[in-house]
């Protein structure tokens, strides 16, 4: 939890700043965009210059859009040095890509961020690994700020809010208050969540269609609590967008027989992403870490090289 001189400190910041540049994460989801917006709304109406980027992809995922809804994204290439930079839900410097070398430039660089794994490489910080989601950190500090939360605002904190706890699955009684508070100002929570969540293009269902089919049980593995997993390839995701392919875990994860779940992406010939999820007793984090990865104990990734033949079983390895 960051303490109280920290909280100061940061409130001074952002009371100081005329000209701030706030960095979401590559693969950019809905807490750090929702995280970086939300704070970048609140700035510009104080009159500061306010941009918010991401390295990589090159466009804003479809699901989180729509939270844009005052035009502050800009492409990294159009980001110019800020006085004052801000990234928001991430754990190391390397997660936000190309523009981490912004970091390097600015007066004062604040890391507001709830990963256990934070390497606090910023010159000021707001971590908290006990809250459940990065937009918990920046509602508080709109608090300290002073500043109002409207409806534009509680949607994009919403937005984190409902994705990072799985919808309210593993939220605590002080992030139910919060979430109580972003309704009462004004947000849509049954067609934001459709937006982030609950809505696809058609093509969608043929893809699960196929990575459902090849999905594979291990009830003997992760040390006897079960493994379900599958593989989405390049071919799958083509002409759909690979951040669709986003939710097919929290779909292979539902079988009961298994405690661990993973799913393998081809990011491109021989580049796969690995989300791992679980329920109960494994740590995921730690499997991740292993691998060079990270996350949290019940939702984490890494990446790994190779074969598909050659990503299963360097997956089956660290899972055990
Ligand atoms: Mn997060």
Known sequence: MPTEAEWTA???L????????????????????GS????????????????????EPASVPESLAGLDT??????PSRVSAADLVVALDTSSLDRLGS??????????????????????????????GSAEATVV???????????PVD??????????????????????????????????????TASLTRSLTGSHSFAWLGMLSSVLGRAVLLPEAAGGRGLVYTVVRNDDVAGIGPDEAESVVDIVRTAREAEVCAVLKELRPGQWAVSLRAVGAVDVREIAVSRGG???????GFSVAGTEAEAVAEVLAAIG
């Open 294 to 300: 990270g996350g949290h104990r019940l939702a984490a």
């Open 151 to 188: 409806a534009a605002v509680a949607r994009c904190l919403y937005a984190g809010l409902v994705t990072d706890t799985s919808g309210f699955q593993r939220a605590t009684p002080s992030t139910h208050l919060r979430a109580a508070r972003l309704v009462e100002a004004g947000v849509d």
């Open 99 to 128: 523009l981490a070398e912004h970091m390097a430039t600015a007066r004062a660089t604040l890391v507001i961020d709830h990963h256990v794994s934070n390497t606090f490489f910023g010159t000021h910080h707001l971590v908290d």
């Open 70 to 75: 005052e035009g502050l994204l800009v492409p």
């Open 36 to 55: 970086a917006l939300a704070l970048g709304m609140v700035l510009r109406r104080r009159g500061v210059r306010v941009a918010v980027s991401f390295a």
């Open 10 to 12: 940061a409130v001074d």
């Open 14 to 33: 952002l009371n100081a700043t005329q000209d701030a540049l706030l960095i979401a994460h590559i693969n950019p989801d809905a807490d750090t965009i």
């Open 137 to 147: 950190l920046v509602l508080d500090l709109l608090d300290r700020l002073g500043e």
